[in-house]
């Protein structure tokens, strides 16, 4: 064959298996994910913007945590860990909430994950089949609607009440024998409501009850407001089968960049997870692990000095918020978010816009769910100066709809 008639034959085969490539799609879990008002939020963000959008702390992590981290490093603490997570942070995580809510936990009962965002898409992965509802108060954090999408099951949104607790009523209406998980946070985000006792009582006497498992996410723990009383799904250890307490440093502690969140459940559970979790992620961060074993053990009052800086800043922004005409603000009692409703005909992804032109950075209500229609969320993990200023621009904006 000659050089001519091999190229030409080599073009041939080519343009053949042109003619039979298929195009590759994304997977129908991911484009289930794109369709959500969450996964649409700018990246681009305008220059001099005032960020209230992102829920996450500007304190740095603090010194002594920053050091366990390095120690770990220069121990050689750099290679794979257990799939559970590090003894020595399991055991912290015990200590931790025997000090906080009087519990005795075993570290059979701990699985640490990457991130709190891993432990929902664990616990989704694990007990959700096709067909298989979980419960999502509306609204509630739009993760779990995701989460739940993501593998396969159906969510289930139920109405709050006007104040954002619990409406049992709305919620027996959408039990199902396919309920088989229930998401909800304490203290709430967006809404910045804590559960009382007798809320999550009743939630966990309902969960045992319809042989469905509820999950408290209580990655906000330690921030709670003006003598708010916090009750932990911890103690409730008659329901242990049936509940599970989710939880994370990344609030608590100023550690959203070191991705540690960790699961607490009746240990037959924790071997149930973790078999999807290590399939996933082998194990998370050890250094990362050691940080947060010293953020879990170690005295707590960092915390409580950036618990009532937030408190401060929180007072702010309720105060001036209370200054705008047309808004209406429920108290925020715990994490660092307000959720006020608006009275301007716009819905909330309009006045989300509206507002990032403005160069005022919010989440829209209905990012999660159907009921945050005419809401916004404005995180105040900022500083006071930049309160100030956001709060004004705020005004100027909304005063200007007239």
């Not at 979980?134 to 509630?140: G, R, S, V």
């Not at 619990?166 to 967006?190: H, Q, Y």
């Not at 723990?221 to 994370?248: D, M, P, Q, W």
């Not at 961060?285 to 800043?313: D, I, L």
């Amino acid at each position: 064959m000659s050089c001519r008639d091999a190229i030409e034959t080599n073009r041939a085969g080519t343009i053949g298996v042109e003619r039979r490539r298929k195009v590759i799609e994304t997977s129908e879990r991911v484009k289930r994910l794109s369709g959500s008002e969450r996964s649409k939020r700018p990246i681009a963000i305008p220059k001099g913007a005032i960020r209230l959008d992102m829920g996450e702390p500007d304190f740095p992590t603090p010194t002594h945590i920053q050091e366990a981290a390095k120690r770990a490093v220069r121990d050689n603490r750099t290679h794979y860990g257990s799939a559970f997570g590090e003894p020595a942070l399991r055991e912290a995580i015990c200590l931790s909430l025997k000090r906080d809510y009087g519990v005795d936990p075993r570290p059979e009962n701990v699985l640490v994950t990457s991130g709190g965002i891993e432990a929902i898409h664990v616990i989704s992965a694990t007990y959700l089949n096709p067909g298989d509802e979980a419960l999502i108060p509306d609204p509630e954090y739009s993760a779990y609607a995701d989460s739940v999408a993501l593998f396969g099951g159906t969510p289930v949104s139920f109405p709050l009440k006007a104040d954002f607790h619990v409406d049992f009523d709305a919620l027996a209406e959408r039990l199902s024998p396919r309920t088989k998980l229930m998401f909800i946070s304490s203290p709430g985000n967006p809404t910045g409501r804590v559960l009382a006792e007798e809320e999550i009582r009743g939630l966990a006497r309902l969960a045992e009850k319809n042989d469905f498992l509820l999950v408290l996410d209580e990655a906000y723990h330690k921030l709670i407001f003006s003598g708010v009383r916090f009750f932990s799904i911890c103690r409730l250890e008659a329901f242990a089968e049936r509940t599970l307490l989710l939880n994370s440093f990344s609030k608590t502690y100023a550690m959203t960049g070191w991705r540690v969140g960790y699961m607490v459940a009746d240990a037959q559970r924790i071997k149930e997870m973790v078999v999807f979790h290590k399939a996933l992620t082998i194990c998370p961060n050890v250094p990362a692990q050691m940080a947060c074993a010293a953020a879990a053990a170690g005295s707590q009052e960092c915390v409580e000095t950036m618990r009532r800086e937030y408190e401060k800043r929180r007072d702010l922004v309720e105060q001036k918020l209370k200054q705008i005409k047309g808004l209406h603000t429920p108290p925020c009692e715990g994490a660092f978010y307000v959720f006020p409703r608006f009275e301007h005909p716009l819905t909330s992804q309009q006045m989300t816009e509206y507002l990032f032109d403005k160069g005022i950075l919010v989440r829209s209500g209905t990012e999660f769910g159907a009921r945050g229609q005419k809401h916004l969320r404005i995180c105040f993990a900022a500083s006071l100066e930049i309160l100030e200023e956001g709060m004004d621009r705020f005004k100027r904006a909304l005063d200007a709809l007239g």
